[in-house]
């Protein structure tokens, strides 16, 4: 083979290799781990973090680690790796010092997700290789690798390409452009099927052996990389998801950044956008995909989302306060039931729209049969004392058979609004247990004052079983864990359970959750999901946001976390609970510039944020015309003199446009600007009229029957024959609007 792409051998030879820790990926986890802590060049793989590698299982898929050597970095270097995996593989082929026609990995993507799923790849492309022949299993396996949020249609194929050169071409930017140029057959779209993959390859071998017969894949890579630097970059067509950018203010935004501001002038679409990138979000796909998609069925599944409790929508204004976004005390109207006493107020403390938001964030979605947890959208979390506390025949039979039991067996089997207390108490409880339990609900077993040897769900209504001789009122609960002795005093606001036989504990869902997790985390197999979830705050710089924020200035920090390595909580102040931000919420914010500049927002939450501006985007309105009237480039116009007049924090955004997309006619026109576009340029020049004219061309116009705005100076007919200086006045001509020629200087 040509010394060129003597690689290929060497690859080839360690995906052999590779292919024997099918069945030992907890070995191929350790050795790597040791590799990497003797070899600086390898330091990326962070193996010292337990938030990057717990969610992998402590396992490393064939690709990343075919990556230690194809990220950008010089063939020095990459010679290095390559020696360093011959040896800890036992590779025979000599590593090589020339890597001609590799795409590489972008630096601050060095890892494919999806560990299981790129394994199944992995073999099943060995396989193909071995019988030169695609099979069923194969092209199901490159679907469901793509599919794994992180990965994308280049990074998928580059893998493939390493470990059979031969058999796979790679889709990266440079490579797509050449092969559809250079032998006219058509490229998969970012959304590729396996089919569609396997089609590509048969069609570019087949123009390959008809216009430069002996070719390979890997020179067609090299050829497509030639034009650029002996080490490129990757530009693997869409933004890889722990990336952003920005084009001419249209913004590829990637999942991973856990806050964000949409931010821009009124009318740029923020809200619209919001609704996108949270869809996005929460179907882990990369927004360029849902912008491809009509926004009336994008909208339709937000809905969804907000009804299943994944999205949350509220609005800052000038008195939101910290007590109704984290927490606060609220008074309630209490009185004792049976009694005529007055009704007395009381204060409880109340959950806030984040923090509510947040403590069910946790919460799985299951999908297939007995796989559902069985856990509410908006569970509580329940204390249940079985025959009180320790060892007992009723909390054994509880735990055996899948149910709770609870006393108060004199008042019978009906329990009504007329059921007197006053003799043996248990309203509250029984109010509890018959009205607010509800089923998904989820049940906490008290053992001692401090512990809990049971987690489960409530999964049946209330019942009466005689055939008990004591605690015969039951409900039904599906035990996950049994067996435990975990202490929740920090979980519970540092407070120690009572005797009470059943109320809410100060315990989140997604710290529940997170005891399940560590105790039994079986039950969140690849069938039980933690979704994505996303907080929308729509105009947040209106509000006092260091106030409403508190000490969630620090918690949301990505690497501050629950679940990540610095993972922090603070105890809030009315309830004493311990809180953190989930791993899995996202923040998105909009915010008007015109209302407030972004210079204005307090620099510690800034830079927590990614900001994204949102900019008027005239292409929108391409082609369409009212009367011959070029909207487009109308708005432009509008655009470029208000930004000489004032700023371009002020400018007008598309939307106010767009009902002429629809309806491009002189009265929708009219409308707009004289409801719309006018009372807006009176808010930004504070009435100053001349240079409202100026923005509106009226100092071009010949005459006053097409100025939307009239000088006047005459008051005669005001006031009559006075001896003053009349000062200009000016008025709206609403005549104007109407008049197509009004709108030629636009």
Known sequence: MDNEYQWVDFYEALANRLLEYNDKRGELFDLMKKVASEQPLMKYLHFEREDWWEPRQYQIDPFSVMGVMNRGTTD????????????????????????????ILENRKSFFAGVDEIWDLFNHAMKSAETNQFSPEFKAAFEKAIAVSGNDLAYITTGLFWIRPNLFMPLDKNSRSYVASQYGITVPGFVCSGDEYVKFLSDLRREIDLQSPGVSFQEVSHTAWDERSANPQPDPGPEPPDKQSTDHGKTIHNNAAKNLILYGTPGTGKTYSSIQHAVAIVEKKLISEIRNEDYAAVFSRYLKYKDDGLIAFTTFHQSFSYEEFIEGIRPVVFSEENTESTPEIEYEVHDGVFKSFCDKAGTPIGSGKNVDLGIGKSPTVWKVSLEGTGDNPTRTECLANGH??????NYGESITDATDYSKDGGSTVLNAFYNRMQIGDIIMSCYSSKTIDAIGVVTGEPEWHEEYQHYKRLRKVKWLVKDINEDIVDLNAGKTMTLSTVYKLSVTVSDALQILRRLKPTLFNQNVK????????????????????????????????????????????????SFGVPDNVYIIGTMNSADRSIAMIDTALRRRFSFIEMQPDSTILKDVLVDGIDIASMLDTLNKRITVLLDREHT????????????????????????????????????????????????????????????KTDALKLFGDADVNFPDYYEINSEAFMRIDAYAFL
């Open 652 to 711: 007008i955004g598309h939307s106010y446009l767009l009902p002429l997309k629809n309806e491009p006619t002189i009265e929708i026109l009219a409308e707009i600007f004289e409801n719309k576009i006018v009372p807006l340029l009176q808010e930004y020049f504070y009435d100053d009229y001349e240079k409202i004219q100026l923005v509106l061309g009226d100092n071009q116009k010949p005459d006053d029957s097409t100025r939307f705005i009239i000088k």
């Open 76 to 103: 020095v270097n990459r010679t290095v790796l390559a020696k360093v995996l011959a040896k800890t593989f036992d590779v025979m082929v000599p590593a090589p010092t020339e890597f001609k026609g590799i795409p």
């Open 530 to 577: 933690i979704p994505n979830r996303v907080f929308i705050i729509d105009e947040i710089n209106r509000g006092n946001i260091s106030k409403i924020f508190g000490e969630l200035i620090t918690l949301i920090e990505p690497s501050k976390r629950i679940n990540a390595k610095e993972q922090l909580r603070a105890i809030l102040p009315y309830s004493g609970q």
């Open 404 to 409: 709770i039991r609870i006393g108060w067996d």
